[in-house]
């Protein structure tokens, strides 16, 4: 891409953000808080990866969680939705009406998370698709990674949403954040994953820089 249509895709990326308009995104009438080029490629990507299983931490309204689940049996009819958040509160009705999502309320860095995926794994095989959304600090994504780590398998694909915060480009200031993770995970451990570049790239813009993953 030339500079100058970067810095075109970058002034629509926080005009996108900065005016708001991912606040409106609706999947079925329920929030998502997602730039919906995101959500594009996410079914693409469900599409060649015919997952049964997909694992959310931050669920919030549920708009997400469900587009997972209606996007992913349509693919995968087996397709289940499990999503991580600490509240449930705010989760609209016909989330929790939903047969294909399951809800767990607790920190996407406690073990009972891990037991549940490890079980989920066996009850659903195959490859999984993972999508991190909660706690955008540093420290949390992080540790929701290496929670990850001995979950995940060869062909498994992850998404570390929201790297863009921090000046990257929006919110400058905010702090490390999910971006910051990622680089540090990756220098800790280089050969987990390898980056799907070709995705981050597709529309332009993404709310997920480097966070494109594929498990190696």
């Known amino acids: 891409m030339s500079s100058e249509n970067q810095n075109i895709c970058s002034a629509y990326h926080r005009w996108y953000y900065d005016t ?24 693409e990507i469900l599409t060649e990866l015919k997952p049964a299983l997909i694992i959310e931490f931050g669920t919030r309204y549920g708009g997400s969680a469900l587009f997972f689940s209606v996007t992913g049996r349509a693919i995968n009819p087996a397709c289940r939705v499990f999503s991580v958040d600490i509240s449930h509160e705010e989760v609209y009705p016909q989330v929790f ?8 309320t607790a920190s996407s860095v406690s073990p009972s998370v891990a037991r549940a995926i490890a079980g989920l794994r066996q009850a659903f095989p195959g490859p999984v698709f993972f999508i991190l959304d909660s706690d ?23 998404v570390v949403e929201d790297g863009n915060i921090n000046g990257n480009p929006v919110l400058p200031g905010w702090g490390e954040g999910p971006l910051e993770a990622i680089r540090e995970y990756v220098a800790r451990y280089p050969d987990d994953y390898r980056r799907d ?11 997920a820089p480097e966070g494109f993953l594929i498990k190696n």
Request: proline share 5%.
């Open 20 to 43: 708001e308009v991912w606040v409106g995104v609706k999947f079925l009438g329920v929030p998502c808080f997602k730039s919906v080029a995101d959500m594009w490629n996410y079914q």
């Open 136 to 158: 955008h600090r540093k420290e949390h994504v992080l540790a929701e990674m290496e929670l990850l780590r001995p979950l995940t398998q060869a062909g498994d694909y992850l």
């Open 197 to 207: 570049q070709a995705r981050e790239a597709k529309f332009g813009f993404t709310f």
């Open 97 to 104: 009406a939903d047969p294909g999502i399951q809800l767990m």
